[in-house]
């Protein structure tokens, strides 16, 4: 099943067909009242660490590094991805930040792990709960008959 992740800054106005808008940065976007923003969640745990985003703003680490780091967080913790994956299982996902450029963001790489997600929780669930039951197929001769 394919799923509508879309990128987009929080100033940007909201749209009909944004879906499920969800902020996912660990700070509020400044002078931006709640109200205005429409919001289904804001949501800090799938966001990039104190430490990891302060090292990434104040230049102490490449974005190569703080993409691989990011990734690093992110599988460390996958039951921080379950609430994104809900809204994205609904319909469109559309997520927020307030970065002003998006591809040197987080958000490319929460969509990565999102979509890697969502595709091995559908792929486990086309494999068999349990082994197969043969009960109903007819049984051989015993080893008590001769």
């Known amino acids: 099943m394919a799923h509508d992740i ?6 940007q106005p909201a749209q009909p067909e944004d879906g499920a808008r969800v902020l996912v940065d660990r700070l509020w976007p400044r002078g931006q009242p709640r109200e205005a923003l429409a919001l ?3 949501y800090r745990d799938a966001s990039p660490s104190p430490t990891l985003r302060r090292q990434y703003h104040q230049q ?3 974005h190569f590094v703080f993409a691989a780091r990011y ?3 992110l599988r460390d913790h996958p039951e921080h991805l ?3 994956m809900r809204h994205a299982r609904h319909g469109r996902l559309t997520l927020l930040t307030a970065a ?3 591809e040197a963001s987080h958000l490319p790489e929460l969509r990565e792990a999102l979509l ?3 595709r ?6 086309l494999e068999p709960a349990s082994p197969p039951c043969y009960a109903h197929l007819p049984q051989g001769p015993s080893r008590d008959e001769p």
């Open 6 to 11: 879309v990128l987009k800054r929080i100033y």
């Open 120 to 125: 091995d929780e559908d792929a486990a669930d």
């Open 82 to 84: 379950v609430p994104l």
């Open 40 to 42: 289904t969640d804001w």
């Open 71 to 73: 990734r690093g967080e």
């Open 100 to 102: 002003r450029n998006i």
């Open 116 to 118: 890697k997600a969502l």
């Open 60 to 62: 102490e680490i490449s």
